[in-house]
């Protein structure tokens, strides 16, 4: 059975920790899309990870973690990333890498950079780790597939061929180093050695699984709102984040899909620019995040403050909708304590009129957001296991933005450890 999670909103929701959760009884766990730009924060036995590039399935001994062909695929990243972990006394992972996944560059790393630089302060707030330079060029069709390390002559060539267009653009538009092609060509012998024990036909690999009846994971990363197509164009990621997306990032049937968990947070924050219809600023929005997540609301891989802003239902409502979720995961919930009034996004006024559908970036740019304000539970709820002990108006709460989103919450994390949940 294969089930993904995903996020309903702008990435952060706590997919990590529901990852993690859902791990214990999955076979396999899939990365399907993004990178290491973006990163989930996990709490367990071994200690505190930020992982970027790795399934958060790694941290089980029965789980098989594998790095599907939609994921733009950083190797030296990728190793450091299981050392960090087996430095700190984690097992050896089980991992898989596809043959169809495509190698971040070393200069789509440049290119990012050196892109963000020459937009100054028009940028698209970028992390830099290459994303949107590695997914232009496999729509390009100049990326290199995994597969393709292995026939050194025709690499050679291509390589060649790539760095001629590159080079062009480095000392014309960028002004800066040209790519030594004998250099790139070292490196990438030096990535196939680190690949190779890991290098799978992940598709036919899942296709068995699923016949076997194996518990698969597909991993989201990011938020509905971050997918290129239906999120906050052009302040977007450059892979869908979309579960639909995860049977083409995997390799699977789009029907064997049969759970879409959606995570989403109990309140709104978003990391880089764009449209944020119910943010909040000043001491308000301080306020949320030195208390939001697990010891404030900072980017896991940037440490950049987060945005802040009040719970969102038009967007997560779309966000659920464009994931195709089956149930809903509500998360840290417990920060919200403190507040007296809790107010919920419930319409976007654009042009005087109120309206609860989620508009495209234009009209998203006009919007101001309607607000019910409903009362705070004014108590700490960490600790709470079961759902009828919670405060009524946190339950208020809850059922109040399952009814505006319209999909069940059928889990509600209250603490970033991963037995700090409550199933409903
Ligand atoms: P992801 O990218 O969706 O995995 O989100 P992150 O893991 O980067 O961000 C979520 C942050 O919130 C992390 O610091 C988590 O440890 C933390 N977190 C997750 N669930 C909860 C929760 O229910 N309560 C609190 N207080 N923190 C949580």
Known sequence: MVKAIVGANWGDEGKGKITDMLGQESDIVVRFQGGSNAGHTIINKYGKFALHLLPSGVFYEHTTCIIGNGVALNIPYLFEEVKSLTDRGVPEPKLLVSDRAQIMMPYHILFDQYEEERLGG????STKSGIAPFYSDKYAKIGFQVSELFDEESLKEKIERVCEAKNVILEHMYHKPLINTEELYNTLIEYREMVKPYVCDVSAYLYEAIKEGKNI?????????????????PMVTSSSTLAAYGAIGAGIAPYEIKEIIAAAKAYSSAVGAGEFVSEIFGEEADELRKRGGD????????????????FDAVATRYGCRMQGATQVALTVLDVLGYLKELPVCV??????????????????????????????WNQEIRGITKYEELPENCRKYIEFIEKEIGIPVTMVSNGPGRDEIIYR
Not at 122 to 125: E, L, R, V
């Open 122 to 125: 028009k940028s698209f707030g």
């Open 217 to 233: 994971l597909l991993e989201g990363q990011l938020g509905a709102l971050k997918d290129p197509d239906f999120g906050i164009y």
């Open 347 to 376: 319409g976007y006024e654009v042009d005087g009129v109120v309206t609860k559908d989620f508009p495209t970036t234009v009209k998203l740019a006009k919007a101001k957001p309607v607000y019910v304000k409903l009362p705070g």
């Open 295 to 310: 010891g404030g609301e900072f980017g896991a891989t940037t440490g950049r403050p987060r945005r802040m802003g009040w």
